[in-house]
């Protein structure tokens, strides 16, 4: 039986007509991997994150997750899949401004009839935000947290699905030092625990070394294992 | 169903103040036509109703409207004066029965009712407590200002100045309540009912003051010629009347000139009445008025009027309506990026939009209550607004 979390094969997308296309002629990241996607800014790392998720569609090419053909699942399926078993860090945090930080770290289980949000899944968010040092934040709404604390927020919020594979979209960007190896251990500690798999997106070549694999989007050759 | 009522909650309560105005304007565009209707048609009843337990008004010539309103609703100016010749001129058609109104007077705000006893059952006003004023200086007291002045029988009543300096005026008449009226929902709960001759010594026309004949009134006494005395202005006025004094007030003239404000006719017979309304038709000096046909005539100018203010809310209303859909439309624009966040996760079109129309539910919802609200309390409170403004 294979071990492959995903793999994308002869994938091509390419946003409306924009000159920026992402081409992947054959990617397969294994259960339980730890990867890091470097490249420059404008290389496509985002979109590899979006496309893996099936938030973006490839023009051509496929995208297998756990052996199925997630290109050819209906959207709806695609969804349910999404919210149930990956986990997303965004860029830009993306908070709902509206709401308190433990809804926001909740959000998933609001979102989709799949997820039920009972008691236990707000004590293991109020565990998670504690974890990530936000614990005290709960009841505060994004506008009255640092750029820091918006972004362990939203870490929270991609790991209280206990997802099996989490695609984090720099994580660590706004922290601090301290902050940003607390954040990074949570991840790798949490997709270590459940055997997760982890691809996140980093500029800060520092980090590079916790992670197992490297992959640079611009040449789209694979770096050196870890 | 519960997670994206409360998705939408959070983000109306978040944006409180946008939320507020929302609701508001759904809930005036919505009130306004409603409370209108409910306004002008609990009126336009209440007036009918008054007008229609009242057959016949006789006055002195001038406007109709002004002698019903004052003799139905004891609110507008006093109309031109009448005399208590009529009165006695419609007793001796033999075709009605004459209740005298004379309605000038106030205290503090509550309008003083000169009239006769069959006025209460004329009326079908009941007791609460008490009895029917007896003799000169005794009144009896709606409902309504007697809760309000907080009165009872054995307690007084004062007649106020019509003006600061009216020194010779109006007589400043302590009145003792021997009784309260139940509840009417009628303006007879806010009036105090004296006899007629006790309204005239109000008004000057009769007073008591102290017998000149007495030892002790010799020095305000000028000259004696015969019975006649003429004495000066430290002759004591009696401006309450009591047992003691009662005998010391007179009346100076004939009564028959004395002034009424109108004179309420309540034909004996359908026959009678039309009678009565071909003896007055070409009378130079009074009139007499169908109320109904007057409050109908009234009616159909508030009525006209409220056509034309329906349709004016009803434009005003469309505007605003347009305007929260542009602001709504606006708003989602500024939500691209929530929406998409939101959908990224893992929520579908249909979830998104539920929340949304969620959103508009709860404005629309509340703007609702708050507007169902208003209406209640216009039918609860509007009429007298309405009234008073009209009658003002």
Sequence with gaps: MSNEKFRLTDL??????GDFALRVPELAVESGQRV????PSGSGKTTLLHVIAGIELAQTGSVEIDGSNWTALAEAERRALRVQRIGLVFQEFELLEYLRVLDNITLPYRIHPSLSLDSTCRDRARALAGTLGVGDKLARFPAHLSHGEKQRVAVCRALITEPDLILADEPTGN?????KHRVLDHLIDCANERGSTLVLVTHDHDLLDRFDRIIDVKSFSEGADA | MREIAYLAWCYLSYHRIKTAILVASIALITFLPAGLNVLVSQSAEELTARAESTPLLVGAKGSPLELVLSSLYFESETPAPTTFAESDRVAETGLAEPIPLYVRFRSRSYPIVGTSL????????????????????ECVVGAEAARELGVHPGDFVTSSPEGVFDLAGVYPLKMSIVGVLATAHSPDDRAIFIDVKTAWIIDGLGHGHQDLAAPDAESAVLSRDGDRITANASVVQYNEITAEN?????????????????????????????LLLGRYQD??????????????????????????AVAAVAIAGSATLMTTTLVFLLSLRLRRREIATMMKIGA?????????????????????????????????????????????
């Design chain 1, 12 to 17: 091509r997308f390419q946003y409306g007509d």
């Design chain 1, 36 to 39: 890091a996607v470097i490249g």
């Design chain 1, 175 to 179: 922290l601090d030092p301290a902050n």
């Design chain 2, 118 to 137: 069959e006025y209460f059952d004329f009326r079908g006003l009941r007791f609460a407590a008490g009895r029917p004023m007896a003799v000169l200086g």
């Design chain 2, 246 to 274: 009662i005998d010391s007030f007179h009346f100076h003239g004939e009564l028959a000139t004395y002034p009424l404000s109108a004179v309420i006719a309540a034909p004996h017979s359908e026959k009678s009445r039309a």
């Design chain 2, 283 to 308: 009378d130079d000096a009074s009139q007499l008025v169908v109320p109904t046909a007057v409050m109908d005539e009234l009616l159909e100018t508030v009525l006209t009027v409220r056509e034309y």
């Design chain 2, 348 to 392: 579908s079109r249909s979830t998104v939009a539920a929340v949304l129309i969620s959103e508009v539910a709860v404005v629309l919802l509340l703007g609702g209550i708050l507007a169902a609200g208003l209406t209640l309390a216009t039918s609860r409170f509007g009429s007298a607004a309405i009234r008073a403004l009209l009658l003002s």
